[in-house]
Protein backbone atom coordinates (compact mmCIF):
# COMPACT_ATOMS: atom_id res chain seq x y z
CA UNK A 1 0.00 0.00 0.00
CA UNK A 2 1.86 3.36 -1.13
CA UNK A 3 -0.77 5.64 1.13
CA UNK A 4 -2.48 4.88 4.03
CA UNK A 5 -2.95 8.15 6.20
CA UNK A 6 -2.88 11.93 5.52
CA UNK A 7 -4.14 14.74 7.96
CA UNK A 8 -6.68 17.87 6.31
CA UNK A 9 -7.71 21.22 6.79
CA UNK A 10 -11.11 22.48 5.87
CA UNK A 11 -11.00 25.73 5.04
CA UNK A 12 -13.34 28.69 2.76
CA UNK A 13 -12.04 29.75 -0.41
CA UNK A 14 -8.89 32.17 0.28
CA UNK A 15 -10.57 34.52 -2.63
CA UNK A 16 -14.02 35.10 -0.37
CA UNK A 17 -14.43 33.58 2.95
CA UNK A 18 -18.04 34.35 2.63
CA UNK A 19 -18.36 31.29 -0.49
CA UNK A 20 -21.18 28.76 1.68
CA UNK A 21 -18.59 25.83 -0.34
CA UNK A 22 -15.10 24.98 1.58
CA UNK A 23 -11.39 23.39 0.51
CA UNK A 24 -10.04 20.82 1.69
CA UNK A 25 -6.23 19.94 1.74
CA UNK A 26 -4.83 17.05 2.72
CA UNK A 27 -1.37 16.41 3.55
CA UNK A 28 -0.23 13.01 2.51
CA UNK A 29 1.80 10.54 4.73
CA UNK A 30 3.57 9.76 2.17
CA UNK A 31 5.08 10.84 -1.59
CA UNK A 32 2.62 9.35 -4.55
CA UNK A 33 4.86 10.85 -7.44
CA UNK A 34 5.04 8.25 -8.83
CA UNK A 35 1.59 7.05 -9.30
CA UNK A 36 0.65 10.22 -10.80
CA UNK A 37 0.96 9.19 -14.11
CA UNK A 38 -0.76 5.92 -13.48
CA UNK A 39 -4.32 7.73 -11.83
CA UNK A 40 -3.88 10.09 -14.74
CA UNK A 41 -4.09 6.99 -17.38
CA UNK A 42 -6.79 5.55 -15.19
CA UNK A 43 -9.14 8.40 -14.58
CA UNK A 44 -8.42 11.02 -17.21
CA UNK A 45 -7.07 13.85 -15.86
CA UNK A 46 -8.21 17.36 -16.89
CA UNK A 47 -4.32 18.30 -16.64
CA UNK A 48 -1.13 16.93 -16.02
CA UNK A 49 2.19 18.28 -14.81
CA UNK A 50 5.32 16.29 -14.68
CA UNK A 51 7.58 18.61 -12.34
CA UNK A 52 6.43 18.67 -10.09
CA UNK A 53 3.86 15.89 -10.52
CA UNK A 54 0.60 17.25 -10.61
CA UNK A 55 -2.60 16.15 -11.86
CA UNK A 56 -6.24 17.34 -11.54
CA UNK A 57 -9.72 15.92 -12.24
CA UNK A 58 -13.36 17.19 -12.59
CA UNK A 59 -15.65 14.84 -10.47
CA UNK A 60 -18.94 15.76 -10.08
CA UNK A 61 -18.10 19.59 -10.34
CA UNK A 62 -15.29 19.49 -8.21
CA UNK A 63 -11.84 19.78 -9.09
CA UNK A 64 -9.58 17.31 -7.42
CA UNK A 65 -5.56 18.44 -7.51
CA UNK A 66 -3.41 15.86 -6.37
CA UNK A 67 0.35 16.06 -6.08
CA UNK A 68 3.11 14.05 -4.46
CA UNK A 69 2.37 14.96 -1.27
CA UNK A 70 -1.22 16.69 -1.09
CA UNK A 71 -4.72 16.17 -2.39
CA UNK A 72 -6.60 19.09 -2.50
CA UNK A 73 -10.56 19.07 -3.43
CA UNK A 74 -12.75 22.76 -3.79
CA UNK A 75 -16.62 23.45 -3.67
CA UNK A 76 -17.35 21.00 -0.96
CA UNK A 77 -20.47 20.90 1.04
CA UNK A 78 -18.90 19.80 3.88
CA UNK A 79 -16.16 18.00 5.60
CA UNK A 80 -18.38 14.42 5.39
CA UNK A 81 -18.31 15.12 1.43
CA UNK A 82 -14.44 15.61 2.18
CA UNK A 83 -13.40 12.34 3.50
CA UNK A 84 -16.28 10.89 1.07
CA UNK A 85 -14.02 12.09 -1.63
CA UNK A 86 -10.55 11.50 -0.04
CA UNK A 87 -11.55 7.75 1.01
CA UNK A 88 -12.49 7.37 -2.71
CA UNK A 89 -9.12 8.96 -4.13
CA UNK A 90 -6.69 6.81 -1.37
CA UNK A 91 -8.32 4.21 -2.84
CA UNK A 92 -7.77 4.81 -6.28
CA UNK A 93 -3.85 6.03 -5.81
CA UNK A 94 -3.42 3.04 -4.25
CA UNK A 95 -5.45 0.50 -6.69
CA UNK A 96 -3.14 1.92 -9.61
CA UNK A 97 -0.38 1.86 -7.83
CA UNK A 98 -0.73 -2.11 -6.79
CA UNK A 99 -1.55 -2.23 -10.36
CA UNK A 100 0.62 -0.24 -12.31
CA UNK A 101 2.43 -2.90 -14.36
CA UNK A 102 -0.84 -3.76 -16.06
CA UNK A 103 -1.49 -0.21 -16.78
CA UNK A 104 0.23 2.03 -19.24
CA UNK A 105 1.38 5.55 -17.80
CA UNK A 106 -0.01 8.89 -19.36
CA UNK A 107 1.73 11.74 -19.40
CA UNK A 108 -0.45 14.41 -20.92
CA UNK A 109 -4.12 15.32 -19.90
CA UNK A 110 -7.36 14.07 -21.29
CA UNK A 111 -8.68 15.29 -24.27
CA UNK A 112 -11.55 18.06 -24.14
CA UNK A 113 -14.19 19.46 -26.20
CA UNK A 114 -13.30 23.69 -27.13
CA UNK A 115 -15.21 25.83 -25.57
CA UNK A 116 -15.75 28.13 -28.86
CA UNK A 117 -16.93 24.64 -30.82
CA UNK A 118 -19.59 24.05 -28.13
CA UNK A 119 -20.70 27.70 -28.19
CA UNK A 120 -21.11 27.98 -32.00
CA UNK A 121 -23.42 24.95 -31.79
CA UNK A 122 -25.77 26.75 -29.33
CA UNK A 123 -28.77 28.98 -30.47
CA UNK A 124 -26.77 32.04 -28.39
CA UNK A 125 -30.25 33.46 -27.30
CA UNK A 126 -29.24 33.48 -23.30
CA UNK A 127 -32.85 32.96 -22.90
CA UNK A 128 -32.03 31.44 -19.24
CA UNK A 129 -34.19 28.37 -19.80
CA UNK A 130 -31.34 26.00 -19.06
CA UNK A 131 -31.15 27.92 -15.71
CA UNK A 132 -28.17 29.65 -16.45
CA UNK A 133 -27.23 33.15 -17.12
CA UNK A 134 -25.75 33.00 -20.10
CA UNK A 135 -25.19 30.90 -22.97
CA UNK A 136 -21.66 30.99 -22.53
CA UNK A 137 -21.93 29.72 -18.88
CA UNK A 138 -23.77 26.79 -20.59
CA UNK A 139 -21.30 25.89 -23.16
CA UNK A 140 -18.26 26.18 -20.23
CA UNK A 141 -20.51 23.64 -18.55
CA UNK A 142 -20.91 21.34 -21.27
CA UNK A 143 -17.04 21.14 -21.62
CA UNK A 144 -16.62 20.52 -18.40
CA UNK A 145 -18.91 17.58 -18.53
CA UNK A 146 -21.77 19.20 -16.03
CA UNK A 147 -24.51 19.65 -18.89
CA UNK A 148 -24.87 18.02 -22.21
CA UNK A 149 -26.52 19.15 -25.59
CA UNK A 150 -29.73 17.80 -24.22
CA UNK A 151 -29.98 20.36 -21.18
CA UNK A 152 -30.57 23.28 -23.48
CA UNK A 153 -34.44 23.72 -24.51
CA UNK A 154 -33.35 25.77 -27.53
CA UNK A 155 -31.30 23.74 -28.86
CA UNK A 156 -33.35 21.39 -31.69
CA UNK A 157 -33.07 19.84 -34.90
CA UNK A 158 -29.83 20.21 -36.97
CA UNK A 159 -27.89 21.98 -33.88
CA UNK A 160 -28.70 19.61 -31.42
CA UNK A 161 -27.50 16.96 -33.58
CA UNK A 162 -24.15 19.13 -34.22
CA UNK A 163 -23.18 19.57 -30.69
CA UNK A 164 -24.36 15.88 -30.10
CA UNK A 165 -22.14 14.51 -32.69
CA UNK A 166 -19.35 16.95 -31.71
CA UNK A 167 -19.32 16.32 -27.81
CA UNK A 168 -19.56 11.92 -28.47
CA UNK A 169 -15.37 12.25 -29.31
CA UNK A 170 -15.02 13.05 -26.04
CA UNK A 171 -15.18 10.97 -22.69
CA UNK A 172 -17.00 12.61 -19.67
CA UNK A 173 -16.65 10.08 -17.21
CA UNK A 174 -13.04 9.48 -16.99
Avoid at 8 to 32: G, Q, W
Avoid at 60 to 87: F, P, Q, S, W, Y
Avoid at 107 to 123: D, M, Q, V
Wanted: proline fraction near 5%; include cysteine.
Amino acid sequence: MLLESYSKRITRPDCNHSFESVVCIASLDSDVGEALPYLNAELGGIEYHKDPPTVMFRVNNRIIKVGAREIAINALADEAEADKILTWMIHEINRVWEEKDSITPCYERKKSPLFLEILKRLPKTNCKKCGQPTCMVFANLVREGGKGAEDCPELTGEKLESLQDYLADFDFDA
